[in-house]
């Protein structure tokens, strides 16, 4: 059975191709692809209010475009001393045009000067599963952290260097990929995801 994940972002991809299932219980074997497999498909913006529409808007417009059973997440990081932003701006929050490094100097400018008990942020991703159908259902992982005051470590991307997990003194930029899916947000929430893949049954 071929199964979309609706990112062209080549870390993502391996990411959660390590954490779902290969096969289902019945033994038919899951084989999944990226939009990088899909040239052709132009995603459409991300412009829902919250991380939920967003996630089920990817998924469901990749489903219908392709005729996969479709998996996409949105995640947002949720800072306390600005009031929960970025939040839905995360990929976004230096600009439309901005890149990673642009949004990492951005908050870290925005935090300037406050200690690391004032720097209290939780990451939290929705995952979200669409079939051709249009069946829709939607799992959800937080966690807890502080921003950090510059960048450590090489793994990862996004805001990983600079978000220090509530556990320990490393970044997740610092932590190997299976010690990153073993904690993160998008780890559990496609966790808990993955549990449902594996109860998949062809008909």
């Known amino acids: 059975m071929k199964i979309l994940i609706a990112t062209g972002n080549a870390h993502k991809f391996r990411e959660l191709t390590q954490i779902l299932p290969s096969v289902t219980q019945q033994g038919t074997p899951l084989k999944y692809v990226s939009l990088a497999d899909f040239p052709d498909i132009s995603m459409p913006p991300e412009t829902g209010s919250t991380?939920?529409?967003?996630?089920?808007?990817?998924a469901t417009y990749a489903a219908q475009a392709t005729g996969l059973i479709t998996l996409s997440d949105d995640t947002g990081l949720e800072v306390d001393a600005l009031h929960g932003a970025p939040g839905v701006h995360t990929a976004r929050y230096a600009g439309e045009h901005a890149d990673t490094s642009d949004n990492n100097r951005k908050l870290l400018l925005a935090l300037e000067g406050k200690p690391l008990d004032?720097?209290?942020a939780r990451?939290?991703?929705v995952a979200c599963l669409v079939t051709p159908r249009g069946n829709v259902q939607?799992?959800?992982g937080v966690l807890e952290g502080h921003i950090g005051f510059g960048y450590r470590g090489e793994n990862g991307f996004g805001y990983d260097p600079i978000f220090i997990v509530e556990s320990g003194k490393k970044t997740l930029a610092e932590l190997t990929e299976i010690q990153k899916n073993k904690i993160s947000h998008r780890g559990k929430a496609f966790k808990q995801l993955a549990k449902h893949l594996e109860h998949l049954s062809v008909k």
Do not use: G, P, Q, S
Not at 51 to 58: I, M, R
């Open 51 to 58: 991380l939920e529409d967003n996630a089920e808007l990817k």
């Open 138 to 140: 939607t799992f959800e």
């Open 118 to 120: 004032k720097r209290t």
């Open 123 to 125: 990451f939290r991703t």
